[in-house]
């Protein structure tokens, strides 16, 4: 069964922008709390920002609003024009009872038989009009008729062979027609005519496409020349949905991650990942990085291709890219922590309930990115990398390897 759709009145929608503004809770919290789209929460902020200024208006006393009075005044027009109205049909029917039943009869059987003449001699008019230009239409018709069946059966002919036989159908029954070779060889030397004048124009419209290419020079192509890494964080945010079997029972896991540190920024374990949960993940990850508007690389899930969703992009400041369709390589870093997530943590671990499994993945995070060292990005981790210390990390291993054989070089001296 459907479930409904709940309406907020206005109270529970300025309670509900209270909290975040003034109890400064965070919209993904709010928006996850009462099952809300992010969306409709902005919606309900701009409208009650933009009808603010209406609450601090000096409204005047006693006085009447505008519509009340275009309705006052509306209707004692429409009282001035019944008595007028009243007044000339007073005026008409003593008119007519002062003409006499007589003189009005003849009146009218006078102008009954006028109106009954000149309705007839309109229809006879009408028709006349009717039957030449129908008249016109078929000498037309028969005329244009003979030269189209003409060219269609040159064109028949030039197509079937030299011979000219051609098979039409009239109606029912099906006849060989055969052009005579004089009317082929005129027909063809038309055919040449056309051709040769064709072939002029064609070559004036060849300059100018020359022209208009010579002048339009294109951007290379990059496709096939492999994709261009981010070289900061927070510029590519990876987004996807994957399985996870708890006790036999599949949640969805969403998670985004950041392209250049290999970083998890949010990551959501539910019972469903409907379009308001992809929306809510996005800005829970927001809220933790706000400065940050990245392009969203996805694929093309229902929940990413979405109305709704394409306008909580536009909101939040981001930009979309979708991947082509049936390419996982393209989503090649999320799913590799997937991969990694259900070796190293999900499998080993066997979490038996939805609690369990949210906590064995949250604590799985920490470690990925915190300590576990990943080799894509010069075996650092990616909250090193996030934060921008992986020079200096290199600098120091560096230093310590360069101590290190200065070490070795003096015991081999002194050896």
Request: with cysteine.
């Amino acid at each position: 069964m459907r479930k409904s759709r709940k309406r907020y009145t206005a109270q529970e929608k300025v309670a509900i922008l209270r909290r975040h503004l003034v109890e400064k809770e965070p919209v993904s919290k709010l928006c996850d709390e009462l099952k809300l789209q992010p969306t409709v929460f902005y919606r309900w902020q701009k409208e009650f920002f933009e009808n603010g200024a209406a609450a601090f208006e000096n409204k005047p006393r006693n006085r009447r609003p505008p519509e009340q009075e275009r309705i006052t005044r509306l209707e004692q027009k429409i009282q001035t024009k019944d008595e007028v109205l009243a007044e000339l049909m007073a005026e008409h029917v003593a008119l007519k009872k002062a003409l006499g039943r007589s003189e009005r009869s003849m009146g009218c059987s006078r102008h009954s038989r006028r109106d009954r003449r000149f309705r007839a001699a309109l229809v006879r008019e009408d028709r006349d009009q009717r039957r030449a230009t129908s008249r016109m239409a078929g000498n037309r018709v028969k005329q244009v008729l003979p030269l189209a069946q003409t060219l269609r059966l040159a064109e028949r002919t030039q197509r079937l062979g030299s011979a000219g036989l051609l098979v039409g159908r009239v109606g029912k029954a099906s006849r060989h027609r055969l052009l005579s070779q004089a009317s082929v060889g005129r027909l063809s030397s038309l055919d040449v005519h056309d051709a040769r004048r064709r072939r002029r124009g064609g070559f004036a419209h060849e300059r100018l496409a020359r022209a208009a290419l010579a002048k339009w020079s294109p951007k290379p192509s990059l496709k096939g020349q492999g994709f261009k890494q981010p070289l900061k964080p927070h510029q590519h945010w990876h987004l996807d949905v994957s399985y996870i079997n708890v006790s036999g029972t599949f949640y969805y896991l969403a998670s985004v991650l950041d392209g250049c540190s290999r970083a998890i920024v949010e990551w959501s374990l539910r019972e469903s990942m409907k379009e308001s949960d992809i929306e809510v993940l996005l800005q829970a990850a927001e809220e933790k990085h706000p400065q940050a508007t990245p392009r969203v690389t996805s694929d093309n899930g229902p929940q990413l291709i979405a109305a709704a969703f394409k306008e909580f992009i536009r909101i939040s400041g981001m930009t979309h890219v979708r991947t082509s369709p049936y390419y996982p390589q393209s989503k090649g870093k999320l799913e590799r922590w997937h991969k990694s997530l259900k070796n190293e943590c999900i499998r080993p671990g066997v979490p038996l309930t939805l609690d369990d499994a949210q906590r064995l993945i949250g604590r799985y995070v920490e470690h990925y990115n915190g300590v576990r060292l990943h080799s894509a990005i010069g075996f650092v981790t990616p909250a090193d990398m996030l934060a921008g210390r992986r020079e200096a990390i290199h600098a120091a291993r560096d230093s310590k390897l360069e101590a290190a054989r200065e070490r070795r070089r003096s015991r081999a001296r002194a050896a």
